[in-house]
């Protein structure tokens, strides 16, 4: 039986400019001469969009947030030849180390041009830091082929004021620090009647009252509610965007999916119990 309750709270705000997509490539890396022109492989056309992120690149307004410059770097060829620190440091699963002169960037962030993005956080205060001005430094942007089991991250750093991607770097899925989530939700997110297995009964969620604005529905559902109550849960290949030093645990994860257009996101709280993952709360 579906029980909820009206509560009214403040309007839970993400700045949602990135996403996700079902597609990359971890192929594109590829040995090239020292003398290699530094620059990347994308099409030297000047779009419309090109020109709008040109003009806010000159007036310094693209690195105010890493959200912004996330946006702005993923859509435009411009502006990933610019901020790009080249040569670029790779390093490969195996741990060797190199430098790289070219980078098909319209592969490697074609998961960030989606209509959502992923971010994970360890605890609900973590979600709440994020919402501050702060600025972060340092953010590490993580490809995760939930399918293949692979992972990919990409260093970004605040370097004289500007955002750029200084390093990338591939990890052995297993060594991961959040590997035992991902294996779960890795199933989770591909086998429907594993993932009804694994919604806690009764479920907390908390939705917008579409009847009334900055006002939400609390309550419990019955965990066999779940799958026509929700609409499908990110799967594939997923994004994790680590600000600052990210913190995690072994008995909590809560994902936050956020639209890149339209602000609109949605939260999933798993918890381990008894050794095992369960979604515990949804709230969009």
Known sequence: MCRIVKVLLPLFFV????????????????????TTVETCIVPDTLNEVDEEIEVADESDRL?????????????????QKKRIDWP???????????KIT?????????????????????DRQQVEEQKSEVQDSLVIVERIDLLEENLRTFE??????KWKLTSMRDI????????????????????????????HQPLMVMVLDPEE?????????DAEQWRTFCPDVPQGVISNIRY???RYNSKQMIMQKSGSSNGLQELFVFTKEDNEWYLTRYEN
């Open 15 to 34: 700045v949602a400019l990135i996403s996700c997509h079902n597609g990359s490539n971890p192929d594109s890396v590829k040995d090239v001469d020292s």
């Open 63 to 79: 690195d105010t947030s890493f959200d912004d410059f996330m946006f702005a770097f993923t859509h435009s060829d411009r502006l």
């Open 88 to 98: 670029l440091s790779y390093t490969d699963a195996d741990g060797e180390s190199k």
């Open 102 to 122: 070219s980078l098909n960037c319209g592969s490697e962030f074609r998961f960030l041009k989606g209509d959502f993005f992923t971010v994970m956080y360890g």
């Open 156 to 161: 970004f750093k605040l370097l004289s004021g």
């Open 172 to 199: 052995v899925f297993h060594e991961s620090d959040i590997f035992d989530f991902l294996t779960f939700y890795a199933r989770f997110s591909s086998d429907t009647i594993y993932q009804q297995a694994h919604v």
């Open 213 to 221: 604005d900055d006002a939400y529905l609390e309550g419990t559902i």
């Open 244 to 246: 600052g030093v990210q």
